[in-house]
């Protein structure tokens, strides 16, 4: 309230009072405030996330070309919340030469074609995303030490089916014990099966079933997994090791996800050997439409049918018992779900 009557006359330099036009800084730390307008970054380069290390990204640029490198990168700051993992494509800006000491940084995710995820068990629905953009998942089980493990195979395959990747089998350690009666588990699979012969890793059968792909390689620890990956891509040197004498199981030998160029054609993923496989994130949907010619049967399933054994007035068995369908397919896709658990169906 000011002080002068409506009658008084303003003294002489009274302006000088006014201090409506000091400046005042909004920002205690006298910063220009930050700006929600991002750059276009139309000059961004395309690259293939290979590995991720400590929050490094080692970044394949122009691949394919005759200037082909790799470079080393780290994530925007608008990205800070998103997960880059290997397999992704992303777009880059900064020293993308490649040079020792330079540094690159990821400012777009490009659109992920598949994800291959896992949780940390079934009843936790936080996944996590192992490798993006495969299509195709490569199972490798060793017939004999460590014993197959079908149950985990099952749990391989239910993540395949969520992801829409299509998987395969390699058996090694084939001198050690037959694979048939494992083997046996998965008769009403469409899955391509490889075996390895003694003393030789199955490099000339696999090629034609990699060209043209990129191949996820997942197992149970000591299956051989990565002395595979070292046959299909010499001189990788992935660390290898050996199973325990005592107590049957295999070491975590390889500490990290990375991507490699199969000379014969594709790209092989190796992944850490894993004990457990959570599937607490999966769609039981996806799990049949793996199976077309089950899903196809199943509309004729009554709303909410969980397509288990003891599921009243399930389709599947009525195809089984007309011989509609191979009752080993029904049962391989019944126990897939069964491995979801019974209450995620319903």
């Avoid at 490649?98 to 995710?109: N, Q, Y």
């Avoid at 089916?161 to 494992?182: C, N, Q, R, W």
Wanted: glycine residues 8%; charged residues 25%; proline residues 7%.
């Amino acid at each position: 309230m000011s002080w002068l009557s409506d009658d008084d006359e303003e003294p002489e330099g009274f302006d000088a009072w006014d201090e409506t036009d000091v400046r005042i800084r909004p920002n205690p730390k006298g910063n220009r405030p930050r700006t929600k307008i991002r750059p276009s970054h139309d000059d961004a380069v395309d690259g293939r996330v290979l590995s991720v290390d400590r929050g490094r990204y080692t970044v394949l640029v122009d691949e394919d070309a005759a200037d082909e490198r790799t470079a080393t990168a780290t994530r925007a700051r608008e990205l800070r919340d998103v997960a880059i993992v290997t397999g992704d494509r992303v777009d880059l800006v900064g020293d993308a030469t490649g040079e020792a000491g330079t540094l690159a940084r990821i400012v777009r995710v490009q659109p992920r074609t598949t994800l291959l995820r896992r949780s940390a068990d079934d009843t936790d629905a936080v996944e996590r995303v192992i490798v993006a953009n495969a299509d195709q998942l490569l199972i490798v089980v060793a017939a004999a030490n460590p014993e197959p493990r079908p149950r985990l195979v099952d749990r391989y395959l239910v993540a395949a089916y969520d992801a829409g990747i299509h998987p395969l089998m390699v058996i090694t350690k084939t001198d050690l014990a037959d694979p048939e009666p494992f083997l046996a588990n998965f008769a009403g699979l469409d899955i391509p099966v490889v075996r390895s012969a003694r003393d030789a890793w199955p490099v000339a059968e696999l090629a034609p079933l990699l060209a043209g792909h990129t191949t996820v390689a997942v197992g149970h620890s000591g299956v051989g997994k990565s002395t595979l990956v070292n046959a299909l891509v010499p001189g990788t040197d992935r660390a290898t090791g050996v199973v325990n004498a005592v107590t049957g199981r295999g070491r975590h030998t390889s500490s990290s996800t990375v991507s490699l160029r199969v000379p014969t054609g594709g790209w092989i993923i190796d992944t850490p050997g894993v004990r457990s496989f959570g599937l607490g994130h999966v769609d039981p949907a996806n799990i049949l439409r793996g199976f077309p010619d089950l899903d196809a049967v199943a509309e004729d399933c009554p709303r909410g049918c969980t397509h288990l054994a003891d599921a009243p007035d399930c389709a599947l068995d009525e195809a089984v018992a007309d011989g509609r369908v191979d009752p080993a397919r029904v049962d391989s896709l019944r126990r897939l779900l069964a491995s979801i658990g019974p209450e995620a169906l319903r």
